[in-house]
């Protein structure tokens, strides 16, 4: 069963605007978060990230919400710039030896 | 400033051949990963090796296998490739056993006919 679940394969929003991409996890031992960028034929990159003794996390245009009684992430990306456009990973770390849990990414596409 | 490095980029193999993806990293991290990237699927772990001299298996470790040769490397070998192989492969490494930020290579393209 799927434990980090992005239930937007795709998102489109206008250059400018704020981009908000929706993550949920099932799993109470998660207890830190990550985003990460993918652009075509490249590795993803780290972006941000946030633990779960904070509720929000800001880095420039790009800031996390956490909300750990809904179990519930959320990236936000405010204004949104054509550079932006590529497919964003959620991730969630319980502190096991195996590493980071991954949701199925959400495309974001910036429109001019 | 390298980071993970991966060979080869791309590779075509024939059902039934073997090779092995290479991964080094230079950040003098404890952990090491492979994941495959396959459409709709996100990023699944295949093996990961928490620290020098350990491997365990991931979410899809059937036809493969790996080897932590170092602390700088961590190679991944099909034995016998099967079509449903096809997929993108990314090594990953991080400071911290077993997470939590993880740091990837560029990507290998394998394709197997």
């Known amino acids: 069963d799927q434990q980090v679940k992005q239930n937007s394969p795709s998102l489109s929003v206008q250059e400018g605007r704020i981009s908000i991409l929706n993550c949920d996890y099932t799993?109470?031992?998660?207890?830190?978060f990550l985003w990460y960028k993918k652009y075509p034929a490249e590795g993803p990159t780290f972006l941000i990230s946030?633990?779960?003794?904070?509720d929000k996390n800001e880095d420039g245009r790009f800031t996390v919400f956490l909300n750990k009684s809904a179990k519930h992430l959320s990236l936000h990306i405010v204004p949104s710039q054509p550079g932006d456009s590529a497919v964003y990973f959620c991730?969630?770390?319980?502190?096991?030896?195996?590493?980071?849990?991954f949701g199925k990414g959400t495309h974001l596409i910036i429109q001019p | 400033n390298a980071g993970v490095t991966q060979t080869p980029k791309f590779q075509v193999l024939k059902t039934g051949q073997s090779m092995t993806l290479q991964c080094a990293q230079d950040?003098?991290?404890?952990?090491m990963y492979w994941y495959r990237q396959d459409p709709g699927m996100g990023l699944r772990l295949i093996y990961y090796s928490a620290s020098e001299g350990t491997t365990d298996k991931g979410e899809v470790p059937n036809g493969y296998n790996v080897s932590r040769l170092n602390k700088r490397e961590f190679s991944l070998r099909l034995e016998s490739a099967a079509p449903s192989q096809t997929s993108v492969y990314f090594c990953a490494s991080s400071e911290v056993e077993g997470g939590n930020t993880i740091y990837f290579g560029e990507g290998s393209w394998l394709t197997v006919v």
């Open positions: 799993n109470s031992m998660f207890d830190y």
């Open positions: 950040m003098n991290h404890n952990s």
């Open positions: 991730a969630a770390w319980g502190g096991g030896a195996d590493g980071l849990t």
């Open positions: 946030i633990s779960s003794i904070k």
